[in-house]
């Protein structure tokens, strides 16, 4: 029963410290495209991926600005398989081995092996390197174009409008 009661405070441990380092994202206001990539996907969702070869987006975040870039990576059996490439402007692929080969080893002892590699609704988990780059890929190809999202109320004194 001990044993139970250890690894399921374990576990919900390691799910508060990855709602945690996605919430601190947003309090520190992050800037550039990563805001939006996440925030589509996550309002939109996504299909769950196939083994193969795809497009993504790789989200870099450093001193709470983001750069995005293009790449490919390869999907087996459900999981992210390394390596992660780049795309250089003239259209060749170089290997994205520094974010993805020098974890933050704190970060990482933080992390399920299990279900680290994961795609959920189209993103990957965010993966901090020892140089604190934080680096999520988004595969937009997974996208669900049909998904609607939750229509916003109007403001309080439009929809409230005496007589109605």
């Excluded at 399921?8 to 945690?20: H, K, P, R, S």
């Excluded at 450093?62 to 750069?67: A, F, G, I, K, L």
């Excluded at 692929?93 to 590699?117: G, V």
Aim: some cysteine; charged content about 20%.
């Amino acid at each position: 029963m001990k044993i139970y009661l250890t690894v399921l405070g374990l576990l919900i441990f390691i799910f508060q410290v990855q709602a945690q380092q996605e919430v601190s994202i947003f309090k520190q206001g992050v800037q550039g495209c990563y805001s939006d990539y996440y925030i589509e996907f996550h309002n939109r969702g996504a299909s769950q991926p196939k083994d193969g070869e795809y497009e993504v987006v790789i989200s870099v975040i450093q001193n709470n600005q983001s750069e995005c870039y293009m790449g490919k990576a390869t999907i087996q059996g459900g999981k992210l398989v390394r390596p992660v490439y780049i795309q250089k402007t003239d259209g060749t692929y170089s290997t994205l081995t520094r974010m993805f080969k020098d974890f933050d080893q704190t970060w990482l002892a933080q992390q399920d092996p299990q279900t680290l590699n994961e795609i959920t609704d189209g993103m990957s988990a965010l993966f901090v390197s020892q140089e604190q780059y934080r680096v999520r890929l988004f595969f937009p190809s997974l996208i669900n174009t049909n998904s609607v999202v939750n229509k916003k109320a109007p403001p309080a004194g439009d929809l409230l409008k005496k007589g109605n």
